[in-house]
């Protein structure tokens, strides 16, 4: 018994010395209790599939008969207006060739490996710098209409520093959650291979590529070194399914679909796999944030491909009440430019040039 506990703490040292972080002299990462992450400020809270539908069904009955229009139609049209060049397409993961993943791995340590920019004091790597932009803006892009439109900002410009100062050539994949939902577990995302596992019950992550991984962000909006660590709920993840995705995508008006999106399958997802994900602030810093958000961002964009209209108007506010418009900003800090909503509305136009596959 001792001896097995002797071993697994060397081996825990072992893999901490050999991340990137730096840490000063040999420290093991401990987890923090589950309640920490859970009762961290939530902008938006995990909303019932039949509440979502009860929602729906009166947007509905408000629309005029004046108004049929504004009803969506359930019809794709797939968008193939490519008006950049050389468009980037992401793939579902189990799409991926074992290549793709491994380069995809590859650019998140190589920027947990780099230096921070030093815009974020509590940031220690340029990874981090990310964690703490989300941090920074969290209560200004969630739960309100800009969730979606900064977080398909946010995301690319992840994709874009990892192309840029990583050698990263390829585009992000996407988690396609509804054909796991409530068995997360059962995808190679979570496995010992890939993002390590997910039924650590709160612990740290110990197996695949992050094992032992130290955080310096968060959770909330303080900082302590915390490891990376998950806790597998099925029955929240379960409600990010085609039907639920399919609900909010029947909305006629961005602000209802973004709405419904938001409470619905994203906050569903990370709840669902917990602890460190479960904090709204510090989230970013499980790597599998990216394949989670690339999912909620391809269900908007399937819900902007079913009308032309949609990738030319805005509707919604933002945290002041202010009416979202064409102009309004986008910002990630010096990260990248600022841009304006009308930037970001088609993912096939010159500032982010990306589709996904499906
Ligand atoms: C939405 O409203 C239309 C028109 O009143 C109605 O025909 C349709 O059944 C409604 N759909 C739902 C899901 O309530
Ligand atoms: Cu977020």
């Given at each position: 018994m001792r001896t097995s506990v002797l071993s697994a703490s060397l081996a825990v040292v072992a893999s901490v010395a050999a991340l990137p972080q730096e840490l000063p002299g040999i420290k093991i990462v401990l987890p923090l209790p589950l309640n920490i992450f859970a009762e961290t400020p939530k902008l938006v809270t995990p909303v019932p599939f039949d509440v979502a539908v009860e929602k729906f069904k009166a947007w509905n009955a408000s629309v005029t008969i004046g108004d049929a229009q504004k009803r969506d139609n359930g019809e794709s049209l797939l968008s193939t207006r490519a008006t950049c060049g050389n468009i980037r397409v992401r793939k579902e993961w189990d799409s991926c060739s074992d290549n793709e993943r491994q380069a995809f791995i590859n650019g998140i340590k190589c920027l947990m490996s780099r230096g921070p920019s030093g815009q974020f004091s509590q940031s220690k790597s340029r990874y981090e710098d990310l964690v703490a932009l989300h941090q920074t803006l969290t209560p200004n892009v969630h739960g309100n209409d800009k969730f979606l439109l900064w977080h398909r900002y946010y995301t690319w410009t992840f994709e874009d520093m990892m192309r840029t100062e990583c050698g990263f050539n390829g585009a992000l994949p996407w988690f396609d959650e509804t054909r796991y939902a409530g068995r997360f577990d059962q995808s190679s995302i979570f496995s010992e291979r890939w993002f390590g596992s997910i039924n650590v019950g709160g612990n740290c992550v110990t197996n695949g590529q992050f094992a032992n991984l130290a955080i310096n962000v968060g959770p909330g909006s303080g900082n302590q070194l915390h490891c990376l660590a998950r806790n597998n709920d099925g029955s929240k993840t379960a409600n990010c399914n085609q039907a639920y995705v399919d609900q909010c995508n029947a909305f006629g008006d961005y602000h209802g679909m973004a709405e419904c999106a938001e409470g619905g399958p994203h906050a569903w997802g990370h709840n669902g796999i917990g602890a460190v994900m479960q904090d709204t602030f510090g989230?970013?810093?499980?790597?599998t944030f990216w394949l989670h958000h690339t999912f909620v961002d391809r269900n908007f964009r399937i819900w902007q491909n079913r009308d032309g209209g949609r990738v030319n108007s805005i509707s919604g506010t933002d945290k002041a009440g202010n009416r979202l418009t064409l102009d309004t900003t986008i910002n990630v800090y010096d990260m990248r430019r600022t841009v304006r909503i009308r930037d970001v509305l088609d993912t096939t136009a010159e500032t982010l040039c990306y589709k996904y596959n499906y």
């Open positions: 989230s970013p810093a499980d790597p």
